[in-house]
């Protein structure tokens, strides 16, 4: 989540060639490239980008923006936009997408909801790049690849039978890892390093992604394959995430201060923690699987310890934003529970009471309670966190009005953006894979619940 340039745009095609100099102007890059250009927007809020995304079948890997006031429409079940005449590589593309789509499962309960899925998994396809980079969003302060949101990428890919793709976007999370054994914020899809916009780590990223290699570890075990191999080959990568995780503990069991998924200061904060205590418990079960027992019981230790800390420093006070004190709700409550972990009653009644605080007139969530942006328009993957909490506890009703919700406020392709306005409109840009990747997940839990991180003993 970040904030962006509020406007309407200009649309010029830009030579391939050429494509790294139109990178440093609006940042988007990959096949087609378009430039930006601002024009004040009423009412703080942004407009929608673009319509959505689509391949360029001729073109290996690139990617076409589909501007947001576009007529055209996919063909059925693929990435690639109908035209009068039919070539020979949209014929091939469209089969292809086709074939990708067949090899895993399209989640949904109704024709309206399975469309959704589709069009959220072809756009995840689309934007994780052969490389394994995953676009967060095709507009240029996000076609980065943040460790957070391809955590979750991983994790819906695992879960709805594209194992091949999850592992591809772990492998890429272990070249970029740091030598301390953390990440950047974010990075360039070309894997060439982070984005040089100086901001500062993002620590959750430490729990994200040994999460994700365990969700990816277990779809292929449910899936009946030998994952031992490949598993042992994103060991190190675990290894050096879940100590250095241990060595950010404070006294108090709390993590260091870091910039968390609101990217707006470098605090301590519920959303941290929590995505920490879930990484250290999926290493420590990671640890166990590959026989490594001295590292496993030292990262059930500090789990037990971080678990603690955040009972002691947000239980108490509900489970709010921020440690020891009552700073207000935050939608990050919901990585308290399933699929993340069991929670307990107090736990339940947070998140409840959560959504019920953050819910705004127009269907979606608020961020939190002391958001500092717009304050009318809803987020749609905190909406998607709370879907997700519904669908694995059993609440059939809530996931299916949120499902509901987000059908109706796609964009026209059916593509889902990061935000809903007050008047119920897509704004902002769209696709955004961490939603796709949530919607996914909770549309997987209601079929059937998703595996919940063990706790260790210790």
């Known amino acids: 989540m970040n904030g962006v340039v509020e406007g309407e745009r200009r649309r010029v095609r830009i030579p391939r060639r050429i494509s790294w100099i139109a990178a440093s102007l609006s940042g988007v890059t990959l096949g087609s490239v378009i430039l930006v250009a601002a024009i004040p927007h009423p009412a703080g809020v942004p407009p929608l980008y673009a319509a959505g995304i689509a391949e360029s079948p001729c073109v290996p890997h690139s ?29 091939a593309a469209v089969r292809a997408d086709r074939q990708w789509l067949s090899s895993g499962i399209v989640p949904g309960g109704s024709p309206q909801i399975t469309s959704m899925a589709t069009r959220a998994l072809l756009d995840l396809h ?28 991983a994790a819906a890919f695992a879960f ?17 890892q740091l030598p301390s054994g953390t990440w950047a914020a974010r990075y360039r ?45 994103l060991w190190p990568m675990v290894k050096a995430a879940a100590d250095a995780t241990v060595r950010s503990l404070s006294p108090d069991g709390l ?31 990671i640890a166990g699987e590959l026989g490594h027992k001295t590292p496993a019981a030292n990262w059930a230790r500090a789990a037990t310890r971080l678990a603690g800390g955040i009972a002691a420093a947000f239980g108490r006070y509900g489970y709010h934003r921020l440690p020891y004190t009552d700073s207000g709700d935050d939608a990050a409550v919901t990585f308290l529970g399933p699929p993340f972990a069991a929670a307990g009653p107090a736990v339940v009644s947070a998140i409840t009471d959560t959504e019920r605080s953050l819910r705004l007139p127009n269907g979606g969530i608020l961020p939190g309670a002391d958001w ?16 997700l909490f519904d669908a694995e506890t059993g609440n059939q009703h809530g996931t299916n009005q949120m499902l509901t919700w987000f059908a109706a406020h796609a964009t026209r392709l059916g593509t889902l953006p990061e935000k809903v306005d007050a008047g119920g409109r897509p704004v902002s840009a769209a696709p955004l894979a961490w939603t796709d990747a949530a919607v996914l997940l909770t549309l997987v839990a209601q079929a059937h619940h998703l595996p919940v991180v063990p706790v260790p003993a210790g």
């Open 372 to 387: 500092p942006g717009n304050r009318t328009t809803a987020w749609t993957a905190e909406t998607a966190f709370f879907a």
């Open 126 to 153: 689309l934007s994780t790049r052969p490389d394994g980079a995953v676009i967060a969003g095709w507009h240029n302060r996000w076609e980065y690849s943040w460790p957070r949101d391809s955590s979750w990428v």
């Open 63 to 91: 990617v076409i923006v589909v501007p947001a006031g576009s007529r055209q429409h996919y063909y059925a079940s693929s990435n690639v936009l109908e035209t009068t005449s039919v070539t020979a590589c949209q014929q």
């Open 189 to 233: 899809p070309d894997g060439s390093g982070p984005g040089d916009d100086g901001r500062p780590g993002e620590l959750d990223a430490n729990g994200w992604v040994p999460w994700a290699v365990w969700c990816w570890s277990v779809a292929e075990s449910q899936g009946g394959q030998n994952a031992q191999g490949q598993l042992a080959g």
């Open 160 to 176: 709805t039978g594209h194992t091949g793709d999850s592992l591809r976007i772990l492998r890429f999370l272990q070249q970029t």
């Open 255 to 285: 993590p260091a201060a870091s910039m968390d998924y609101w990217e707006n200061s470098v605090q301590v904060t519920l959303s941290t923690a929590a995505a920490l205590l879930t990484g250290l418990r999926a290493a420590a079960d």
